[in-house]
Nanobody
Framework: QVQLVESGGGLVQAGGSLRLSCAAS????????LGWYRQGPGKQREVVAT???????IYADSVKGRFTISRDNAKNTFYLQMNSLKPEDTAVYYC??????????WGQGTQVTVSS
């Protein structure tokens, strides 16, 4: 059974911050590049940020300089720190490992709403 649980979403004003968390089972966390994805209203799902097992990161152009992905190996948890939030960041955010084996998996996600 897949164990990935997103949390930390909410309603925030533009310019505010939120930190999303994703708790994963150890076997998922330890061996995979991990990613945050999002799907905004009327938009396609997109990758937001990824982090490898050796902490190399990649960000979508739309969030560079505002979002930071990180991982805590002791807690089997990874995070998405979101600063300077914009209304266009409003979306359901999902976490999961990167890779073809995870292509069809999507958890419940966590809703982030940014008001103008």
């Amino acid at each position: 059974q897949v164990q990935l649980v997103e949390s930390g979403g909410g309603l925030v004003q533009a310019g505010g911050s939120l930190r999303l968390s994703c708790a994963a089972s150890a076997n998922i966390f330890k061996f995979n590049t991990l990613g945050w994805y999002r799907q905004g209203p009327g938009k396609q799902r997109e990758v937001v940020a990824t982090i490898t097992t050796d902490n190399s990161t990649i960000y979508a152009d739309s969030v560079k300089g505002r979002f930071t992905i990180s991982r805590d190996n002791a807690k089997n948890t990874f995070y998405l720190q979101m600063n300077s939030l914009k209304p266009e960041d409003t979306a359901v955010y999902y976490c999961k490992p990167v890779g073809i084996l995870w292509q069809t998996y999507w958890g419940q996600g966590t809703q982030v709403t940014v008001s103008s």
